[in-house]
């Protein structure tokens, strides 16, 4: 190899290499913009409905002043799971951008029960994933919880009454915590194993 | 001149009066119109383990825990989570009574009827707050 091509593939190998950390950096940085509280409520559908609501609850005002932000409960934090939720979050731009579906509080309300839904179903399969960021059973001391709560939290007390693990998962008891319930809901969503 | 000599007895009698009674308390509490109003102490919903007796024999039940989670609107009511017909058993909380399941023309309803549906309109959250006036009241036994 003559001196000249030596340096040529050097070059290229340093251009590669930083032309890689531009593009690396930049995805990510894109990413992490589209993952604030600011970004999401930059959209009206969500900033005057979901938004206004959630202001109202635990999750955003509370003695200790520590606060979820959207992304904290909507966005997967594993890598791969984010991405593919990012994917899935093209359907909504589809529908802010094009067909304006839930543009109006109007339309929003004929939604609610369908959007609360898919997001509670998918909370189920990921096990309550995002809950469980910040929610862990190990931290929980369930000498401060009331007594049901106790019980409900308690894997003793699970064992004890059907002898098998628990296989609920945050959601099938909390629905409608961050957000007000849509018109429709039952009661019994939120008591698993009932009826 | 009669009259006069009358009058003016009856505003002297007013007036000395008004400065012998003046220890009559206003809704002020003697507070001085200047100073600042009193703080009121802050207050905590009172949790109650196995609720609170009623005072008298039917009073709607006050509630023994927290409702400042519980949310009441148009869509959906909160409190239903665990006092509905449905969920009572597992939640091991009271059932709504059997009178909110009628309607006003006596017809049972499948769910809490519509007009027992705001249920913070008769059963209220407790703070623990002493009577502002002493008082000997005692509930019915």
């Known amino acids: ?27 990510n940085w894109t990413m992490d913009l589209t993952n604030t509280e600011k970004f999401c409520i930059s959209c009206h559908e969500m900033e005057a409905t979901p938004y206004a609501e959630l202001e109202e609850t635990v999750h ?24 593919v939720r990012k994917i899935q979050a093209s359907n909504e731009l589809y529908h802010h951008f094009i067909t304006g ?15 609360a839904q898919s997001v509670w179903k998918a909370m189920k399969e ?37 002898g098998k693990e628990p296989s609920y998962t945050c959601i099938d008891c909390h629905k409608g915590i961050a957000h007000s319930l849509p018109e429709g809901f039952d009661p019994i969503w939120n008591s698993p194993g009932e009826g | 001149m009669k009259k006069r000599i009358v009058t003016l007895l009856a505003v002297c009698v007013m007036f000395t009066g008004g400065a012998i009674a003046g ?50 609107d148009l869509r959906a009511n909160t409190c239903m989570n665990c006092h509905s017909e449905k969920t009572y058993k597992q939640k091991k909380a009271p059932k709504a009574g059997d009178t909110h399941y009628t309607d006003r023309d006596g017809n049972v309803t ?17 703070v623990g ?13």
């Open chain 2, 23 to 72: 220890a009559v308390d206003s809704l002020r509490l003697g507070q001085d119109l200047e100073e600042d109003s009193k703080v009121p102490v802050k207050k905590e919903q009172l949790v109650v383990q196995g609720g609170i007796e009623r005072s008298y024999k039917i009073q709607p039940p006050v509630i023994p825990h927290k409702i400042d989670k519980d949310k009441i």
């Open chain 1, 1 to 27: 190899m003559t001196s000249g091509a030596k340096k040529g593939f050097l070059g290229l190998l340093v251009f590669g290499i930083v032309l890689g950390i531009v593009l690396w950096g930049g995805f």
């Open chain 1, 60 to 83: 955003f005002t509370n003695r200790t002043g520590v606060r979820a932000t959207c992304p904290d409960c909507h966005v997967p934090r594993p890598w791969i799971y984010k991405i």
């Open chain 1, 101 to 115: 579906e839930v543009d109006s509080p109007e339309k929003f309300e004929a939604k609610r029960l369908v959007l």
């Open chain 2, 110 to 126: 499948k769910t809490v009827a519509n007009r027992r549906y705001f249920c913070n309109q008769c059963h209220a959250p407790q």
């Open chain 1, 126 to 162: 990921t096990d309550s994933r995002e809950c469980r960021n910040c929610h862990k059973f190990e931290s929980m001391d369930l000498d401060k919880q009331q007594s049901r709560a106790a019980d409900a939290h308690d894997p003793y007390y699970w064992e004890a009454v059907d």
């Open chain 2, 129 to 141: 707050a002493e009577p502002l006036v002493e008082n000997t009241f005692e509930g019915a036994k």
